[in-house]
């Protein structure tokens, strides 16, 4: 009989011991993200903090109804926020649909920006395997650099989760150099002892990032699941060194809100998570909230949405 | 698989506001007398005290230190101010108490930050915690107050009379609302005397009591030390002893009143066990161990001093507290950012520092994140102990400071075993997310509050006191109104 191995990827990335499971106490864990919302940073510190989310947000399309000429906009809006005040800098990436990852190419190209496209059947990730690989492959080749796959849930919840393994390896595989997000859709997981077990199962299949939601399913990113998600994070990197970056989607609009987050990210994950490389936020109208507000640090006063671009 | 590119930029350096709570919401008097049957009174004493703040040094109001005449003074009006509010209709009695907590809700802001000043606590913590359930305390036992008698059916139940409260400065105004919103709501007048050394929010309450125009006499608060309060337990018109305080004061006031037939409560020390198993929710756990001790630094009778740890689980345990701690910021009280307020009086910080020496003399490993102590006042950085064995005094000893002694365990009744291996028994955690496992423990473990999952949780409806030298009798509950009353039935 031959003998059963442990896959390449369960032991490589846990060793020197097995990241425990564990569980999440719900309560404490909501009452500790509500406590860290309390905190107030320096005013000398915002405009920085202002200035860091600029370069974290991914700024994003995600509608039946985008066209090349929705995503030019949203591109010219990503490389150049503020076309008043030059020195605010431009986003980490925009995050589009693959097949307008071409046309998102062509027009950050050079500029630094990168290009993310969701794939992998996405928002619900019901489609075959092969077809999931296959539209991974499509949207890199078209010209993205990094790519959102959405994990299977309803393999997850149906306790399938070596199939949830397998998939996100095949679409590691696919992407090869290309940055692998995952989004755990935590809205549909229903705990926080699921959120964490599928942080750990998509950190040990080799996911680059792990992202909280689709933006299509409320509730999108909370406070207490990022916390939940980070210190998933920060157990992995305690126990293998290894680096996972985080990324909240869905319903961060507020410059108070990220900044909520990034005392989140501070508190769990120290001072080293406090950058692009290893913290995205997924959103869209945060980026114009958060530009009025730089505005308001700068001038000291509040200025009309309208003098801000709608992209 | 790809690792994520090295930084590129420098990251950013966070650093979190000053963000301090305005005192000028307080205006404390110079002297503050005492307060005598509705009145302000001069002490006959002829003495004063200062109050100072834990955090500066600096003086905030000078305070009468009350003398045995001024005792009797004290005594005599609740005598007739029992009288009047004893045989109040009991709905008037509650239309009081509302009124109480509605008007320490409504100056709530004023009394957490003279909280904090006169206490050194952080501000989070007395605008979060202590106003709060003062209130609730008030309101709570407001809606007892005409329906003692659902409460206790067929016993008739009867107030007992003057009732002498004595409490401690680690939750002046929460331990008030502890011992007189029973008393009242029972029907009982009140002599009660704060803490030496936090001495101010009590007499704001005077104010409070004046401003809900309470009958005079219900209520009648005198300031001293130690000597102050001996003499009001000495003191032959009294009814009932109410005291929150150390074991040792706890006996001197049990020999005083033996023979006397006075009913007396006493919530005294303790040396909880806060008992971590390796099926917990451990980064919850860490919350709940760094709240159990350094929650009010350490000055919490329930403080999970002991930390109890399944030996499996020790290492990334530990790991996870020290990190924690890092990120723990102590300093000004006021600023609402503070995690880790002022040790309350020198002598307590004197104290505090003997027993962790002692605790590195007997050969445990201390641990202390790196933390800047501010120059002026009482600080003591949040501290742990590994290495602990049971005989140790940093394990017996109730040390009242931000000082944690971590122990293991292998099965859960070596766990009870150790847990219960103390004089005292107030509170103990447990950590488990099996549910059986928490029932079994709470049926083992000799301690009147038990929490699963969390710590230092209270409630009025929940009642709250000790085993052993942790002292008898409850408060809050329908169990705390009995320490108030007699049964005629």
Excluded at chain 1, 54 to 74: F, Q, Y
Excluded at chain 2, 14 to 34: D, H, K, M, N, Q
Excluded at chain 2, 130 to 141: C, E, Q, T
Excluded at chain 2, 174 to 197: D, F, H, I, Q, R
Aim: glycine fraction near 8%; hydrophobic fraction near 40%.
């Amino acid at each position: 009989m031959e003998q059963a191995t442990t896959p390449a990827r369960t032991a490589e990335p846990f060793e020197p011991r097995l990241t425990r499971i564990g569980a999440v106490d719900a309560v404490a864990l909501e009452a500790r993200a509500a406590d860290l919302a309390k905190r107030s940073i320096k005013r000398g510190s915002k405009l920085e903090a202002l200035d860091l989310i600029v370069r974290m947000i991914d700024l994003t399309t995600l509608e039946g109804a985008d066209t090349p000429g929705k995503v030019a906009a949203l591109c010219a809006k990503a490389m150049r926020p503020d076309p008043v005040d030059t020195s605010v800098p431009s986003v980490a990436a925009v995050c589009i649909y693959p097949t307008l990852a071409g046309e998102a190419r062509r027009r950050v190209d050079g500029s630094g920006v990168h290009v993310a496209s969701v794939a992998t059947a996405f928002p619900s990730g019901q489609s075959p395997i092969a077809i999931k690989v296959a539209e991974a492959r499509a949207a890199l080749e078209l010209g993205a650099d990094e790519v959102d796959m959405v994990m299977d849930r309803g393999a997850f919840l149906s306790g399938r989760h070596a199939e949830v393994f397998d998939q996100i390896v095949k679409v590691r595989e696919a992407c090869g150099p290309a940055h692998l997000k995952v989004i755990l859709e935590t809205g549909e997981l229903g705990t926080y002892d699921a959120v964490r077990r599928a942080s750990l199962l998509a950190m040990a299949a080799g996911a680059d990032f792990i992202k909280t939601s689709t933006g299509k399913i409320s509730p999108a990113a909370t406070l207490p699941v990022t916390l939940c998600m980070l210190e998933a994070i920060r157990d992995v990197h305690v126990e293998t060194g290894r680096v996972v970056g985080m990324k909240p989607a869905g319903g961060i609009r507020h410059s108070k809100q990220a900044i909520q987050y990034l005392c989140v990210l501070h508190e769990t994950l120290g001072r080293d998570w406090l950058t692009p490389q290893r913290f995205r936020f997924g959103a869209s109208s945060l980026l114009n909230d958060v530009l009025m507000q730089i505005r308001t640090q700068k001038t000291g006063v509040y200025e009309s949405p309208d003098r801000f671009t709608v992209d | 698989m790809t690792d994520i590119e090295p930084r590129t930029d420098g990251g950013l350096e966070w650093t979190y506001a000053p963000a301090p709570e305005s005192r000028a919401i307080v205006s404390f008097e110079e002297r503050y007398g005492l307060y005598i049957g509705g009145e302000t009174v001069e002490p006959r004493s002829g003495e004063w005290f200062t109050s100072i703040s834990p955090a500066s040094e600096e003086p905030l109001a000078e305070v009468a230190h009350a003398g045995p005449e001024d005792v009797d003074a004290a005594v005599g009006a609740a005598r007739s101010g029992f009288a009047t509010w004893s045989e109040l209709r009991p709905a008037e009695r509650a239309k009081y108490l509302f009124r109480i907590a509605r008007i320490i809700q409504e100056r709530s802001r004023e009394l957490a930050v003279a909280e904090s000043l006169d206490g050194g606590k952080p501000i989070k913590e007395s605008r979060d915690v202590d106003l709060p359930l003062a209130a609730a305390h008030f309101f709570y036992h407001a809606g007892w107050a005409d329906k003692l008698e659902y409460a206790f059916p067929n016993r008739r139940p009867q107030p007992l009379g003057v009732a002498a409260q004595i409490i401690p400065w680690n939750f002046p105004l929460l331990m008030l609302a502890w011992k007189v919103a029973p008393a009242l709501a029972c029907g009982n007048s009140v002599v009660l005397k704060p803490a030496e050394t936090t001495p101010l929010t009590a007499l704001l309450f005077a104010d409070v009591c004046r401003q809900a125009e309470l009958p005079a006499g219900a209520v009648n608060i005198i300031t001293g030390d130690g000597s102050t309060g001996a003499e009001l337990v000495r003191h032959a018109g009294i009814d009932k002893v109410a005291f929150t305080g150390s074991t040792e004061v706890g006996k001197a006031i049990q020999r005083e009143l033996a023979g006397r037939g006075v009913p007396h409560t006493l919530e005294l020390g303790g040396k909880a066990a806060n008992i971590v198993f390796e099926d917990c929710a451990l980064d919850q756990a860490i919350e709940g161990i760094v709240n159990g001790i350094y929650f009010n630094q350490g000055h919490v009778c329930c403080a999970g001093s002991r930390l109890l740890v399944q030996e499996s689980i020790l290492e990334p345990l530990l790991g996870k507290l020290r990190n924690r701690l890092s990120t723990l910021r102590l300093g000004d009280p006021l600023d609402k950012n503070t995690d880790i307020g002022a040790i309350n009086s020198r002598a307590q910080l004197d104290r505090i520092t003997e027993l962790v020496a002692s605790g590195e003399a007997e050969g445990a490993e201390l641990y202390q994140p790196a933390c800047e102590l501010p120059e002026r006042g009482f600080w003591f950085p949040p501290t742990v102990f590994t290495n602990v064995a049971q005989s140790f005094r940093i394990a017996q000893e109730e040390i009242f400071g931000p000082v944690l002694s971590v122990m293991t365990f292998r099965t859960p009744a070596e766990a009870v075993d150790k847990a219960n291996n103390t004089a005292y028994g107030l509170s103990a955690g447990v950590w488990t997310e099996k549910g059986s496992r928490i029932l079994w423990m709470a049926d083992r473990l000799r301690a009147g509050v038990v929490w699963a999952n969390t710590f230092n949780r209270f409630d009025p409806a929940s009642p709250f006191g000790g085993y052993k030298e942790s002292g008898f009798g409850r408060e809050g509950g329908r169990h705390g109104l009995e320490a108030y009353l007699r049964f005629e039935g």
